[in-house]
């Protein structure tokens, strides 16, 4: 008998679930090591971007330095509706300092908006 096939984990079973054409606020804090906060010079940039499973980059945002709170090293990142309303499906969160991963990707999931007066 052969032992019983291990089932991978789902990576969007936890997901953010974003349902489309809705705005969603994000904070992301900057850290190092998951320790100490990290301030961002002037001539660096942090890039969110949302992208699926191919690798290919949905939706791209860029912040510099001015946009982080100085106290906490948080970024808010909004999407508003029109950033949202892409085809419903799986995505992936990712965002960068210049060149480098500020956290492993997170899972995003966009639905449509099902109207029940239809």
Request: charged residues 30%; proline residues 6%.
């Amino acid at each position: 008998m052969f032992p019983p096939k291990r089932e991978e984990p789902d990576p969007f079973k936890d997901a953010l679930v974003v349902y489309a054409g809705h705005k969603i606020s994000i904070g992301i804090q900057l850290v190092v090591d998951a320790v100490w906060r990290y301030k961002m010079q002037s001539n660096e940039q942090l890039t969110v971007q949302l992208r699926d499973p191919n690798d290919n980059v949905v939706l791209e945002k860029v912040f510099t330095a001015a946009d982080v709170d100085d106290e906490d090293k948080i970024v808010n990142v909004t999407l508003d509706g029109e950033d949202t309303s892409i085809p419903d499906g799986k995505y992936y969160l990712c965002a960068f300092v210049d060149d480098y991963l500020i956290f492993d990707a997170k899972p995003v999931i966009i639905r449509k908006v099902v109207s029940a007066h239809a």
